[in-house]
């Protein structure tokens, strides 16, 4: 026999364990020393069976009716578990339809604060660009129809003789704008780009798109003395004008 | 008690049907009640205790493990702490001492004895007193074999070495009668 084994059988643990007394290190101990080793197995079951002789010396008659009493209250005990049983499945799926309701409701909730956030904006920027449009034809209207208004026919030079374009500047509104009518046609990589030197800076006023644009009157920035100069750039436009591709200036 | 009801009320148990109870209580239920009585020795607070023990085995029907104790060790344990702990709950309520009386472990209870499997009667006398004292004290008072040795004055190593003896030789009181009742049967 194992030293181990001849100690553990020595000490008490197993008779402690037989009763239920150990600790839980030591009925961990116990139950690892059973499973193991068979002669502590074979004492183990030993004591439980003298354990059991030894209980049943002191046998007592039980009383009439107790064998009743405790039948009636373990039913009673396993209704009562099932029925808590029953109420916890429809509390837990109560608690799961109103969690899933609760997130459901939350992101409808959020989508539509979105949504709306959205349209809001969306509305706002769609005054403002009415607003901005209306202007823009009012001045329009007022630039035409002003009995001050000039008006300037521009040709272009060099590669861009066919340019034409009417200027309509009007100093006492001071208002200036542009009618880009005949764009001649230039190489795929390159563009006409309008520009005006106001206070003496140059100003970017945007790719002539050869189609769109005909017919449209674009606002000038109005200054005394102001410069507009249309160039030719490479395709998309330029951050300064190519002061040697200078196809048209308009002085107004 | 046969191995065969034994895995029946087993097989029972964890499928908690409550014919389970029945069968322990016909199979078990003197054993543990003269377990209960035993340790708090009143005959209305053992019935509570058999009562509240086997609430208790119910309850926990599905946790026991065949593998790691037989029925009736399972039973004993949760017979034993339950009565145990009522008898602590009724002093504490009574306020008085726990105070187990020593003396009283002599007493072996002589009415309380049911000679219904073997002739127990016999075997409590062929169990010499010194060991039944241990036994007792240990397995009934719930008294660690410390308290044991101190409140019967008795070394620890002795406490020990009695209750090994003292089992082992209830072990062979039982084996021999056991055998013998097996001779009787079987014999034509």
Known sequence: MKEKVKIFLDSDILEKHLLGDTSKEENLKAERYITMYPEVRETYNELQDNLEAFAKIYARKTPEGLKEIILHSARKEQVASKKFFRYAIAASVAIMIFAGSSYFFWNQNKSLQEENTLVTNQMKYLEENMKNQLEDVRNQFIVLNNPDTKRYNVRGKMEAKELKAVAYINPVKKLSYINVSNVPNLPENKCFQMWAEVNGELVNLGVIKQFDDKNKLLALPYAKNAIGYITIEPEGGNTSPTVQNIVANITY | ?188
Do not use: C
């Open chain 2, 1 to 188: 008690m046969s191995t065969l009801i034994e895995k029946h009320i087993v097989s029972l148990l964890a499928e908690k049907d409550d014919k389970a109870i029945s069968l322990l209580y016909d199979n078990y239920g003197d054993t543990l009640f003269g377990v209960a009585y035993k340790v708090v020795r009143d005959e209305d607070l053992a019935q509570d205790v058999l009562q509240e023990s086997f609430i208790k085995i119910w309850k926990k029907a599905d946790s026991y493990d065949a593998s790691k104790a037989k029925l009736f060790t399972w039973l004993f344990r949760i017979t034993r702490n339950t009565a145990i702990d009522k008898l602590r709950s009724v002093n504490n309520k009574s306020d008085k001492e726990v105070q187990i009386d020593v003396s009283d472990v002599y007493n072996l209870g002589v009415n309380g004895i049911m000679p219904d499997f073997i002739d127990v009667q016999d075997n409590l006398e062929k169990i010499e007193p010194k060991y039944q004292i241990v036994l007792e004290a240990l397995f009934f008072q719930g008294m660690t074999q410390q308290e044991a040795s101190e409140e019967l004055d008795i070394p620890l190593g002795t406490v020990k070495s009695r209750l090994k003896i003292g089992l082992r030789e209830l072990g062979k009181i039982y084996g021999t009668t056991m055998t013998i009742l097996l001779l009787i049967i079987l014999l034509p």
